[in-house]
């Protein structure tokens, strides 16, 4: 599954090929695809033809391409999504979703997305805290990347809440793009266990939590950046690209980096989490 740093890599190879671009045409090879753009197919490639491509932002996990008229074409690419930019006239691949035409008559842009958990749909831009956002992520937090992050207001919001600190890590309304990955390994650089009560955090521990969760996804993104052109068609939300040096997730059994004890795993939400019993205690 693509996280933080893939779709970063997906939106910079974006950024590189479609902006200044104008849509001529779109056709949508399977509805599933655009499930979320409640209208339908003929709606959302009517209202994509003629727009020109502004500029590609992301936000957490989710990309999308600003459009003039105030629009947006806002892609989560799910367990599988990928954004490939083809030659005209190169073979559809399988799981081709969506194809989208530029008056220039250049390469064509594809959604391919083979589980097609993925999607798009046509949005309206509004103005939230000063910047501009899809009306359907409005709700969703700045992820730590975001120069506007202010790590103060999230540390004051997460030792309000009274949950787990892992539950808060994920939840998109309070810092957007931390996934089960990279929640795992900030908990282990900050020695905590993922069951740990917020509310009886310090503002110190909060901060140094955030701080790992941001280091880890930027040397994810450092790790996979030497190559964005080649790197971006060849993203794959199945394999990976990011060569993810892990310490703990899916590690389970293996010696802790820091003090030898086996990584242990327990069930979280349906997933796992993987920690060090020895490092991150349930205090
Ligand atoms: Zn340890």
Redesign the pocket.
Known sequence: MPELPEVEVVRFGLEQHVVGRVVSSVEVHHPRAIRRHLPGAADFSGRLAGRKVVAVRRRGKYLWAELDEGLALLTHLGMSGQMLVQPVGAPDEKHLRVRFRFADDGAELRFVDQRTFGGLLVDELVTVDGTSVPLAIAHIARDPMDPAFSPREVIAALRRKHTEIKRALLDQNLVSGIGNIYADEALWRARLHWSRPTDRLSAAKAGEVLTAATDVMREALGAGGTSFDALYVNVNGQSGYFDRSLAVYGQEGLP??????AIRREPFMNRSSFF?P???RRG
């Open positions: 802790c980096q820091r003090c030898g004890t060090c020895r490092c991150q």
